[in-house]
């Protein structure tokens, strides 16, 4: 396995809508370097167009910071169900590397989603792991973190990153 490229932003492949994977195995090898690359950068979530692959596919471990590795591949995901009950959390981004911002996101989520060995599965997270889950669906929909706050919040955090107003 290898570490990949990160793109950042505002790179163009960050805005496009990504296709569905139709052959599980095919990703095989992406998934391991999907892997390698979060570990390394370190980050808990990762999805394909951050590589340059514009394949719905995000990979997550939200514990692993904290010793207990929960690796979860999830392709072609899609949520099926979200609370009403919504929060606030602070959300950072590898392909936007130093900028935090509060996006407001349900607190909890049904994830269905076909995993690394071809099953379909639906799952329900909730807290940090479903803020991982939308805030990695969102990169297969051409969304960032920018797009998820106000324009106040959005020239500032842009002003932060480096990005001319």
């Known amino acids: 396995m290898s570490v990949l490229k990160i793109l950042r932003?505002?790179?163009?492949?960050?805005?496009?809508?990504?296709?569905?994977?139709?052959?599980?195995a095919a990703v095989d090898a992406l998934i391991g370097d999907m892997f390698d690359t979060m570990y390394a950068a370190p980050g808990r979530g990762l999805a394909a167009p951050q590589v340059g692959k514009l394949l719905r596919l995000f990979v997550m471990d939200v514990g692993w910071k904290e010793g207990t590795r929960t690796p979860m591949v999830c392709i072609n995901p899609e949520v099926v169900?979200?609370?009403e009950t919504v929060v606030t959390r602070e959300e950072g981004c590898?392909?936007?590397?130093?900028?935090m911002a509060d996006v407001t996101r349900?607190?909890?989520?049904?994830l269905a989603y076909t995993d690394a060995a071809?099953?379909?599965?639906?799952?329900?997270?909730?807290?940090?792991?479903?803020?991982?889950?939308?805030?990695?669906?969102?990169?297969?929909?051409?969304?960032v973190t920018f797009d998820r706050v106000d324009a106040d919040q959005r020239a500032a955090l842009e002003a932060a990153y480096g990005m001319p107003a």
């Open 81 to 83: 169900d979200a609370c």
């Open 94 to 99: 590898l392909s936007i590397p130093g900028v």
């Open 118 to 143: 071809g099953r379909q599965r639906e799952t329900r997270l909730t807290g940090f792991a479903a803020a991982c889950a939308q805030h990695e669906l969102d990169h297969l929909d051409g969304i």
């Open 106 to 110: 349900p607190d909890a989520v049904t």
């Open 9 to 24: 932003w505002p790179d163009p492949v960050l805005q496009q809508v990504c296709t569905p994977v139709c052959d599980v």
